[in-house]
């Protein structure tokens, strides 16, 4: 497996202790805490580019920090959004069809070949995500105006991730003024539609620092890495391993119950997800061969 996937799968770990963080970080509002975490984010990536020189940034085109900025805050703001509206377990469900979107999309990119064992893994593992989402308890009634936000949101980051690939000579130190821009224009929603509110204890400050940190810092950068560089069907199919490593984690935290529909779900990713390595396999070795 290549390196560059293997640092893009370091991102899908990351998102898997978001929904935890998240919990523990409330009563902060969306907006701001998306404004503070991707602020965080932000100077994780001034710290990493000073190692070349902080003028590297000003050499990247404003269309790819406008389309960056697109891709990050408009997900959010998507997913915020359909979550007010929806916030049922159905919104969430479509707004996780972005994997699935991913592998097929990637079909269009330069060089990808996509496979059947992708497509079948990316579905088989798509059902093992449905069985945790829409297992979780709704907190309201689904509505078309939601689910198309939610499908919205889905495209948005797919999109993104798809097309970042075609943007493979940018250098992911590009990500930094992604975040700084997102956490801008989070602030901006925040002191539109939000009340400020911060953490009541010790532990909610943690777990906010932590996200800016990792599941709303760190990850976005891997994740550039892995879909510039990185088998992208592959990553696609495995990265319906966050909503499963995340309810895990809530049933560990003691937040959210251990059920039996867990192992089924857990036996359908696993299993999407080795289809899915296998047909990125016989690429690599006809790719050899020839």
């Given at each position: 497996?290549?390196?560059?996937?293997?640092?893009?799968?370091?991102?899908?770990?990351?998102?898997?202790?978001?929904?935890?963080?998240?919990?523990?970080?409330?009563?902060?509002?969306?907006?701001?805490?998306?404004?503070?975490?991707?602020?965080?984010?932000?100077?994780?990536?001034?710290?990493?580019?000073?190692?070349?020189?902080?003028?590297?940034?000003?050499?990247?085109?404003?269309?790819?920090?406008?389309?960056?900025?697109?891709?990050?805050?408009?997900?959010?703001?998507?997913?915020?959004?359909?979550?007010?509206?929806?916030?049922?377990?159905?919104?969430?469900?479509?707004?996780?069809?972005?994997?699935?979107?991913?592998?097929?999309?990637?079909?269009?990119?330069?060089?990808?070949?996509?496979?059947?064992?992708?497509?079948?893994?990316?579905?088989?593992?798509?059902?093992?995500?449905?069985?945790?989402?829409?297992?979780?308890?709704?907190?309201?009634?689904?509505?078309p105006l939601g689910l198309g936000l939610g499908f919205a949101c889905a495209l948005t980051w797919a999109g993104y991730s798809v097309l970042s690939r075609r943007l493979g000579d940018v250098p992911?130190?590009?990500?930094?003024?992604?975040?700084?821009?997102?956490?801008?224009?989070?602030?901006?929603?925040?002191?539109?539609?939000?009340?400020?509110?911060?953490?009541?204890?010790?532990?909610?400050?943690?777990?906010?620092?932590?996200l800016g940190l990792g599941p709303v810092g760190a990850a976005f950068f891997t994740w550039d890495i892995g879909m510039k560089r990185g088998d992208i069907q592959f990553l696609g199919v495995a990265s319906?391993?966050?909503?499963?490593?995340?309810?895990?984690?809530?049933?560990?935290?003691?937040?959210?119950?251990?059920?039996?529909?867990?192992?089924?779900?857990?036996?359908?990713?696993?299993?999407?997800?080795?289809?899915?390595?296998?047909?990125?396999?016989?690429?690599?070795?006809?790719?050899?061969?020839?």
């Amino acid at each position: 497996m290549k390196s560059a996937t293997i640092i893009g799968l370091t991102a899908v770990l990351m998102w898997a202790l978001l929904a935890f963080l998240t919990i523990k970080s409330a009563p902060v509002p969306p907006f701001q805490l998306n404004a503070i975490c991707f602020g965080l984010g932000g100077l994780i990536g001034l710290v990493w580019t000073a190692r070349k020189g902080l003028g590297l940034l000003a050499q990247i085109s404003w269309k790819v920090y406008a389309f960056g900025t697109i891709g990050l805050f408009g997900y959010h703001a998507l997913y915020f959004t359909a979550f007010r509206i929806a916030p049922s377990a159905e919104t969430g469900l479509i707004a996780y069809l972005w994997p699935l979107f991913i592998v097929l999309l990637s079909s269009f990119l330069p060089g990808e070949k996509l496979r059947l064992f992708h497509i079948l893994g990316a579905l088989i593992a798509f059902a093992g995500a449905a069985l945790i989402i829409l297992g979780r308890e709704a907190g309201g009634a689904a509505t078309p105006l939601g689910l198309g936000l939610g499908f919205a949101c889905a495209l948005t980051w797919a999109g993104y991730s798809v097309l970042s690939r075609r943007l493979g000579d940018v250098p992911t130190e590009s990500v930094t003024v992604y975040c700084l821009l997102t956490a801008a224009f989070s602030l901006l929603a925040h002191l539109g539609f939000e009340d400020t509110q911060w953490p009541a204890n010790p532990m909610g400050w943690a777990s906010m620092f932590a996200l800016g940190l990792g599941p709303v810092g760190a990850a976005f950068f891997t994740w550039d890495i892995g879909m510039k560089r990185g088998d992208i069907q592959f990553l696609g199919v495995a990265s319906y391993a966050a909503p499963l490593l995340s309810t895990l984690v809530l049933v560990w935290a003691g937040i959210a119950p251990a059920t039996p529909m867990l192992i089924l779900a857990a036996l359908l990713i696993a299993g999407g997800a080795g289809l899915a390595a296998m047909a990125s396999g016989k690429k690599v070795t006809r790719g050899r061969d020839a």
